[in-house]
């Protein structure tokens, strides 16, 4: 049987009155691909922070293998760097080359001797095909370049699992399909992930599991087929209809 | 001196708490509403020689602690306003990464703050390079002090006082360069920063 990797149980965010995350359960196993969407204000980054605790839950529990995260008196830092964690908005570290932003987590957190970080960090960018733009600067590469950068120095740390935040969003439609072919090769390898994605063709190919969030609610989940053919509720059936006009336009 | 402690008081001020932000908050008032004269003349005889009955300590000794002192509350402010420039998703980042808060400060904010905070810190320098007179109230002689008993001998005041002048000049100058250039040699590709 394959093992649970990360789990939340009746997780709630509540930013004073609004409610950002409303009782959201899930499993995802290893190997596991889980896609969610929604449409914006739904909650889905906040359920994302939540999950890699970034952000504190209100109420609920996530949980990592076995471990309890919500409880008192846990390493956070410690189980931040097992779980890989990706920004919408990219955020390398603006004064470190593209490999010192790898090198950084991988020298203080894994405590790495100088040389293993460094080959581990070229090995990270070939992974997403940076590795000749090891030297540069984020100011000095274009924004679907960056996030490639963003995805290898997730990657590096060897996560038990990765969360994507909308990674594409940012980015110019033309730039967005080296992305997405960075994280196909990494859904090829077996990576255990968790995207927030409106990339629907990407979704149908990669994810195993869908999940519609809206107003902080899960409103329904199952298999791409399920959503592209026949949902069952009508918000995701009228979200779905969107997505796919938009997706065609483009 | 006065860019460590002030780079401390920026951090305790910044992530803190509340007890320890004001306490900041009351040392820096301290620094700097009150006369950098008055500060090393309450320090020299009244702390030093008064409360701790140091009678021959060298004035050298608490001009240098009086500068610090002064120093970095005007630094905390510089130090303070980079540090909060370096947008909190920084932070973020290198949280995700699994680096504790303290680390990430030290590898990730301080590191863009101190590039931000360069010309900011050459401004600090020439004033506080031109406050050195005010010594002579504790019997440290600095240049302008010597420039005097140099020119009460001689009579020649306008040719020493115009000397000193270039004196300082030249120092502040040469020292703003020196700013200059690590400024230049720190930029980072890309980014024009401009403070």
Not at chain 1, 208 to 231: K, S
Not at chain 2, 46 to 61: N, Q, S, V
Not at chain 2, 72 to 90: I, L, P, R, T, W
Not at chain 2, 108 to 126: D, K, T, Y
Request: some cysteine.
């Amino acid at each position: 049987m394959t093992q649970t990797v990360m789990e939340c149980a009746n997780l709630w965010k509540i930013y004073g009155k609004i409610v950002a995350v409303k009782d959201v359960s899930l499993e995802i196993k290893e190997g596991d691909i889980k896609l969610i969407f929604g449409p914006s204000g739904s909650g889905k980054s906040t359920l994302a922070g939540c999950l890699a605790m970034l952000t504190t839950p209100t109420k609920g529990s996530v949980f990592l293998r076995e471990e309890c995260l919500t409880e008192p008196g846990v390493d956070l830092n410690k189980a931040r760097a097992r779980i890989g964690f990706v920004f919408q908005h990219i955020w390398l570290f603006h004064h470190l080359t593209a490999r010192g932003n790898i090198e950084l987590g991988l020298r203080r957190v894994m405590k790495s001797p100088k040389k293993e970080a460094r080959e581990r960090a070229m090995q990270a960018l070939r992974e997403v095909k940076m590795e000749k733009w090891a030297g540069h600067y984020p100011a000095q590469m274009s924004g679907g370049q960056q996030q490639r950068v963003g995805i290898a120095r997730a990657l590096a740390m060897d996560p038990e699992i990765i969360i994507l935040d909308e990674p594409t969003s940012a980015l110019d439609p033309e730039l967005t399909g080296e992305v997405i072919d960075a994280l196909r090769d990494l859904a090829k390898k077996g990576t255990t992930m968790l995207v927030i994605s409106h990339e629907m063709p990407f979704a149908r190919e990669v994810a195993d599991e869908m999940i519609f969030l809206d107003e902080g609610m899960i409103v329904e989940r199952g298999p791409p087929d399920l959503f592209f053919t026949n949902p069952s509720s009508e918000r995701a059936r009228k979200f779905m209809a969107r997505l796919i006009k938009r997706t065609r336009r483009e | 001196m006065g860019l460590v402690l002030g780079t401390l008081l920026a951090i305790g001020d910044l992530y803190g708490g509340k007890i320890v932000s004001t306490a900041i908050r009351f040392y820096v008032e301290f620094f700097r509403g009150s006369a950098l004269i008055a500060q090393a003349f309450l320090f020299f005889f009244g702390i030093f020689r008064g409360m701790l009955r140091l009678e021959l300590i060298d004035p050298i000794i608490v001009a240098f602690i009086v500068f610090t002192l002064n120093s970095a509350a005007y630094q905390k402010g510089y130090v303070k306003g980079a540090m909060e420039s370096v947008y909190k998703d920084q932070m973020t980042a290198g949280l995700s990464l699994g680096l504790s808060k303290p680390q990430a400060i030290m590898y990730i904010v301080l590191p863009q703050a101190m590039r931000i905070m360069i010309p900011g810190w050459s401004n600090e320098f020439s004033s506080l390079a031109k406050s050195t007179p005010a010594l002579l109230t504790v019997g440290v002689r600095d240049l302008t002090a010597a420039g005097r008993s140099i020119a009460s001998h001689t009579f020649r005041f306008v040719e020493t006082y115009a000397f000193i002048g270039l004196i300082y000049l030249l120092w502040i100058s040469v020292v703003m360069k020196i700013l200059d250039i690590i400024y230049d040699k720190v930029k980072l590709p890309g980014i024009e920063i401009t403070a």
